[in-house]
């Protein structure tokens, strides 16, 4: 299995805390040997790790106090990319054209860890795995995985990927130095734009709200549809905080919706319904940044309301726009209910 070097961008923008303090580790002589980096999907956190398993296999040790960029003509990275190099070992699911769908990381997977561990690299040299979307560890390899972290071979490096650290296990987690990979600045996220989407029309400041600022998740969202949509629940986030928000405008906007997802194939369906969420959650953790103290309690509380619609909504099969009524009600009620109280 191989990550494949094309979808990694060569440069990773933001994240430099990051970098710094696995590098500040590492020259330390006292870094940790597994790291979990979580964030969002398409935030960096594959780019990240690959680009810490290169620095430790050697292929550049000269871009202190961060790491270098992945330069796909490193004899140290080609030989990674096309499963060569005999101190780097890549655990992902393969993920199927049609649905994109990872296939699960099973116990066979973690018994190839343990037979990559068992040979001693050679010296000055480490071993270096990199476990790629935890989510797709089945729960027998988890524990198979746990028994290998809790007594790692001397001189191996673990690499563990996930969208969210709560899907990791307690018990690995506790095993692991945690990276949080946060979204990129706006700042950081135009620099990336203007680096490899020289030729987009799109306003970088829309571009930057519908991807959340995560750069992996920019081509959802670079269609018309997806924009118009984008254009339309802007306004109405901004409406919801007042005593008594635009009900012609949220009727508009699920009509609008429903038809492009009705005509539009299950893929094209399934970005615009994301747009909807990262943009609600994007809106929610703008609005917590800047808010008092005392309202920090409600809103997270509304954060988790809102996570368990999206997740039971969909397991349900409910209909998008009862979903979107339900969110939107949720939201205007602890606005309006916390304001009240202060």
């Known amino acids: 299995m191989s990550i494949s070097l094309d979808s990694l961008p060569p440069t990773l923008y933001g994240h430099k805390h990051c970098e710094e303090a696995f590098r500040t580790a590492y020259d330390s002589g006292h870094m940790h040997h597994a790291w979990l980096l979580h964030g969002e999907e398409g935030i960096g956190k594959t780019c990240l790790a690959y680009k810490i398993a290169a620095f430790v296999l050697g292929a550049n040790r000269d871009a202190a106090p961060y790491l270098a960029d992945i330069d796909k003509n490193n004899p140290v990275i080609k030989r ?171 009727t508009r906007y699920l009509h609008h919706m429903e038809k492009l997802m009705l005509s539009d194939a299950q893929e094209d369906s399934m970005s615009l319904w994301r747009l909807f969420w990262d943009y609600v959650f994007y809106w929610l953790h703008d609005t917590m940044t800047h808010s008092h103290p005392f309202e920090k309690k409600a809103l997270f509380t509304l954060w988790d309301e809102l996570l368990t619609l999206r997740q039971q909504g969909t397991a349900l099969h409910l209909a998008p726009s009862q979903i979107i009524v339900t969110a939107f009600s949720y939201i205007h009620t602890a606005w309006t209910t916390d304001k009240g109280q202060t």
């Open 80 to 250: 990674m990319h096309g499963g060569s190099h005999p101190h780097f070992l890549l655990i992902t699911g393969d993920k199927t054209r049609r649905n994109k769908a990872s296939s699960p990381i099973t116990i066979d997977a973690i018994r190839a860890i343990h037979e990559f561990l068992s040979v001693k690299p050679s010296a000055h040299a480490m071993n270096v795995v990199l476990l790629d979307n935890f989510r797709d560890v089945v729960l027998q390899a988890s524990h198979a995985l746990l028994k290998i972290l809790e007594e790692p071979p001397s001189r191996s490096l673990f690499l563990i990927t996930t969208e969210h650290a709560s899907l990791v296990p307690a018990t690995i987690r506790s095993r692991c130095r945690l990276a949080r990979l946060s979204p990129l600045s706006q700042e950081a996220f135009s620099s990336y734009l203007t680096a490899h989407h020289k030729n987009i029309t799109q306003d970088h400041e829309d571009l930057y709200h519908l991807s959340a600022g995560a750069p992996g998740r920019l081509h959802h969202w670079l269609s018309p549809k997806a924009l118009s949509l984008y254009q339309e629940l802007k306004p109405l986030m901004t409406s919801i905080t007042q005593s008594s928000f635009d009900h012609m405008s949220l």
